[in-house]
């Protein structure tokens, strides 16, 4: 589904934030990408979801190689993920349901058939209630949720996600751990990004460590 | 697939229409701007327009008299006729005969008052070219001129030349005005439209991401860009409706004075649908261009 064969990415600047980086991960899979912030975390997801190209070596995404591709049909290829950023990246200047509906627009998906998948989404988050509001009026924990929601609502192959329970509290945490399991549980391939993967991840998940852009 | 595009677009228009009436006076604004932009070549067309067509209904035509000299015999006007038959640059021509000029002149009392006792007049023709163009109606005055008996030649239309040429530099000056006024509409309308985008660049970043196409980013931009010309076009018709219609009340007294039922036209349907379209279109390309030079950066700044 996902692989890397001899991925280095080097910023402008030199700055290398993987070297030589070789994994797989199957359809599926449930895989925790841990290490130290600056370890290059957020630069493998980047790579992972074809949004940014390695320097060298080769991104294979469901058999097509990101690096290789024309600038054009990579949107297509975002298309199989669902991104959870960590800064959520929600719009502030729309409501919990528009929030949700970006990513349908974006498919084509528009009218009653996206008020269902939507309302779905936010049900799956437990958000349902809040479908008026802004966001900004949203506790952490819930715009943590409706990211998820909005990252769900296309019905994506694979699920990433960075850092999704950086600044919650123990309980909120676990609550999204078990949310990102009950998609596994469905077949959804999930990546994790975090700093902490202990407590976590369950015999039979991939776990990949980073230290200082190198994998252990 | 058409349906689907067709369905795209018409959910970006909805959404910029949704936009737009959160702010109505500013739009409105923006569209004046254009509007007093655009109305200033349109006003010039319609001037000259209606130059041409007023033009139109006095002159007909031009016509040449050719003046015989008076010891044309009967039989010379006869060869001179067969010639004038012969020649292709002729549409038509009449002849009209020393008599007959005479007693018209007789009629008039006008002239009948200047005392004369003898016919002074030669035989004329009187002549209608094919074609009009002004070059062309001065070469078949030169070649008239030059067949015997001719002894003078005369372009009653010499005016209409020096109006010919006032209305081709009209025309210059509308082409000269709409390129530099469309210049402008098209920087106004991409400077309003970066504005917008830099207000939603979050959205276009975040949906970059999560894999939107640039089509699927730039089609509401150029949407609102085509929207905002249209307006502008819009109220260009109406201000220089509003001009004309002041105007006429002015031309309409003028016209009786001389006695003429005469008042300026509006813009006819080509023009107002080339006008409309015309600003729909430069506010389009205004949109393309402001969207494709954000997106760069916005891509720049994301490489960063």
């Not at chain 1, 797989?24 to 449930?30: R, V």
């Not at chain 1, 349901?97 to 779905?120: H, M, Y």
């Not at chain 2, 008299?65 to 010639?83: G, I, M, P, Y």
């Not at chain 2, 949906?207 to 010309?229: E, V």
């Amino acid at each position: 589904m996902i692989k890397f064969d001899g991925v280095t990415k080097r910023y402008p600047g030199g700055f290398e934030a993987l070297k030589s980086v070789s994994f797989e991960i199957a359809q599926g899979e449930l895989a925790f990408i841990t290490g130290h912030s600056g370890a290059g975390k957020s630069t493998l997801l980047k790579l992972a979801a074809a949004i940014e190209r390695p320097t060298t070596g080769s991104v294979i995404i469901n058999g097509q190689n990101v690096g290789k591709m024309r600038q054009s049909g990579l949107p297509y290829v975002r298309r199989n993920f669902g991104l959870i950023f960590q800064d959520h990246k929600l719009l502030y200047d729309r409501n919990v349901f528009d929030n949700v509906a970006l990513p349908l627009s974006i498919l084509g998906i528009t009218g009653r058939e996206a008020g269902k998948r939507i309302r779905a989404a936010l049900d799956k988050v437990g958000l349902l209630p809040r479908e008026k509001a802004a966001p900004i009026t949203l506790s952490g924990g819930e715009q943590q949720r409706l990211a998820i929601a909005r990252a769900i609502v296309s019905r994506p192959s694979i699920l990433l996600a960075d850092e999704p329970t950086g600044n919650l509290d123990e309980n909120y945490a676990r609550d999204i751990i078990e949310l990102f399991q009950s998609f596994h549980q469905v077949g959804v391939t999930v990546i994790i990004a975090t700093h902490d993967a202990r407590g976590i991840a369950q015999r039979g998940d991939q776990i990949l460590s980073l230290v200082h852009g190198v994998l252990s | 697939m058409i349906y689907h595009w067709l369905r795209s677009h018409w959910h970006a228009f909805i959404l910029v229409l949704k936009k737009l009436r959160h702010a109505p006076i500013a739009n409105l604004l923006m569209a004046a701007v254009i509007g007093a932009t655009l109305s200033l070549p349109a006003g010039l067309y319609l001037l000259a327009d209606n130059i041409r067509q007023a033009a139109g209904d006095i002159t007909i035509e031009p016509q040449i008299s050719l003046f015989l000299s008076l010891n044309a015999t009967d039989s010379a006007v006869k060869a001179l006729d067969q010639r004038l038959k012969q020649n292709p640059g002729i549409k038509d021509f009449n002849f009209i005969s020393k008599e007959s000029a005479w007693q018209e002149m007789q009629r008039n009392s006008t002239v009948a008052d200047t005392g004369l006792e003898k016919n002074p007049l030669p035989d004329a023709f009187v002549i209608h070219p094919k074609d009009t163009e002004p070059q062309a109606v001065d070469k078949l005055q030169k070649e008239l001129s030059e067949l015997p008996h001719v002894e003078h030649t005369l372009l009653d239309a010499e005016w209409v030349k020096r109006l010919y040429v006032l209305l081709q530099m009209s025309t210059k000056a509308v082409v000269i005005l709409t390129s530099l006024l469309g210049f402008a509409l098209v920087a106004i309308i991409g400077n309003t439209i970066r504005l917008q985008i830099l207000t939603q660049r979050e959205e276009i970043e975040v949906s970059r991401l999560i894999g939107a196409t640039d089509r699927y980013i730039r089609r509401p931009f150029l949407h609102a860009g085509l929207l905002h010309g249209f307006a502008g076009g819009l109220m260009a018709w109406l201000f220089v409706y509003i001009a004309l219609y002041i105007f006429n009340a002015s031309v309409q007294d003028l016209a009786l004075l001389y006695s003429a039922d005469f008042r300026l036209h509006m813009l006819g349907g080509q023009a107002s649908l080339i006008l409309l379209g015309g600003a729909a279109g430069l506010g389009w390309l205004g949109a393309l261009l402001a969207v494709n030079r954000s997106l760069a950066e916005l891509e720049a700044a994301a490489k960063r």
